[in-house]
């Protein structure tokens, strides 16, 4: 009788157990209780949902053509498991890393249930997939030359998050064909691995990368092997005047092993411990007029002591607009010293110092400061080389739909490589000017920006902003030895100004992230060839 009222119990007492359990909870006073995760439950959301309204044949052809991001592919990236104890920052970094994910557009990971009677939790895993399987168009035309990039692009093959691509591309220096495979995490281990062969007309290239990378903040240790060779014509420009070509290859060896050494609070420091084999050779070609560069071997054994403070924001439009940007407002610093080592292949004996730095400070609620800074070093060959680079970006957001970014970059060279010379114009800065307008080894660009977000979309494919802009800046010194080969050598030799205005048209749901720009830019110059306004068309991954 007893053990038939028992068994009658439980269904009660289950029922009860589970109505002690609630969705509704206060995650401050839930951390302090320290609970254990008992389940964790995943739900992957195809590219997109077809039960908003505009929806048509071609996101129902895209969601039955894409096969959704495997539930053990996301299982992989889970920095916790369940039956451990509940960390909320390990949930916080969770998701930054699915997000940093091609194939992921967006993840949301969060404490679901909490059951006080036993002390658990269940936490929810939601992700929401891009379009991985896509045809590769890209193209950008600016200054006369024309850059465009044709092929297929696979970011997620068969769910498991691998990555290949075959493409055809020309650009203003080369044309050729790609193939490439990478995988981001294989079978779990959080290894990753990149492979890519490229024909090019200016020869062939090859990279081999096998690592396993500091993947969360106190990661232990890393590894990483990286093999490459790469050949490519150089040209040397003045006022988008080509004055002189040669071939340049570079082949590099590069190992290294990190370790942790400390963790206090939010700050975490690292070791690393490398060597670098890396040689570089010229030869010239019909367009050679001036003596090739002198060939360098730069072989070093190397340390690296690295800094990091965890202190990350989920922030909107900065440099993208309407999706989350994982940004990390405390500092970041690297220290690299090396020594040239005459038994691994250096020409000479040398020392090499690589110094980097980074942080964001919040002024206001809606008022960002990012800063930044980079220094380069080399003592070789009774000569010393140096580059300092620095930059400032202010962000503020004036409300939901608009905001102003001021920004200003420089960098100060000094015996630099001849092959390494600083461009202005185009990509490099001062968008209304053509690619590779001025060079030398001093550069200083200053940037103002007003930006309209709109929540228009065309085809719930790109998303539609807009930007008003003007660029002011100037690249001098060491460049003398181009003058007389130009046919204009005293144009525009002295700070430039343009200004433009164009449309952003941001690719939401592709795992490329490609942003389009469309601008109508105006340079202010005394060359007759471009001083008026000019279509710009480009592809970039930033605002």
Known sequence: ?????????????????????????????????????????????????????????????????????????????????????????????????????????????????????????????????????????????????????????????????NQIHLDYSKDSERSGYLVSFGSPNIFGTHWNTFL?????????????????????????????????????????????????EYNRTRQQFESAVGFKLVERGRSIQRFIVGMTLEDVAFNDTEGTVLALPDERNLSALWLEYQILEDDFYKLYNINQFNRVEDINAGWQLQLRLGYLQSWLGADNSGLQLTAHAEKAWQLQEHTWLFGQLNYRRLNWQDQTQQLLHFSWQLNHQLNEYNSVVASISAERGSNLFADERLYLGGDTGLRAFPLYYQSGDKRVIATAEYRRYTDWNLWRIFDVGFAAFTDIGRSWGDSEQFKDLMAQPDIDDKVLFGVGVGVRLLSSHSSRGTMVHLDLTR?????????????????KRRF
């Open 1 to 161: 009788m007893w053990r038939s009222l028992c068994l009658l119990s439980l269904p009660f007492y289950s029922f009860t157990l589970l109505a002690n359990c609630s969705d509704e909870f206060d995650l401050e006073h839930l951390a302090a209780q320290k609970p254990q995760i008992s389940a964790i439950h995943f739900e992957q959301n195809n590219v997109f949902d077809l039960t908003e309204p505009g929806v048509f044949w071609l996101h129902r052809f895209a969601n039955a053509s894409h096969r959704i991001s495997l539930e053990g592919t996301i299982r992989d990236d889970l920095l916790f498991n369940d039956h451990a104890p509940l960390n909320l920052a390990d949930l916080a970094e969770t998701e930054r890393l699915l997000r940093s994910r091609r194939y992921i557009r967006d993840a949301r990971v969060s404490v679901s249930r909490y059951c006080p009677s036993d002390n658990t939790v269940e936490v929810m895993v939601r992700t929401w997939d891009n379009w991985s399987l896509l045809p590769k168009i890209d193209f950008s035309s600016e200054g006369g030359e024309t850059e465009y990039s044709l092929g297929i692009a696979e970011d997620n093959l068969l769910g498991y998050g």
């Open 196 to 244: 890519s062969y490229a024909n090019n007309s200016d020869g062939e290239n090859y990279r081999f990368n096998v690592q396993r990378p500091f993947y969360r903040l106190d990661s232990q240790w890393s590894l990483n092997f990286d093999l490459l060779k790469n050949k490519e014509l150089v040209t040397d420009y003045q006022l988008d005047e080509r004055v002189n």
């Open 523 to 539: 340079p202010f110059s005394d060359n007759p060839d471009i001083n008026n306004w000019q279509w710009r068309a480009t592809a």
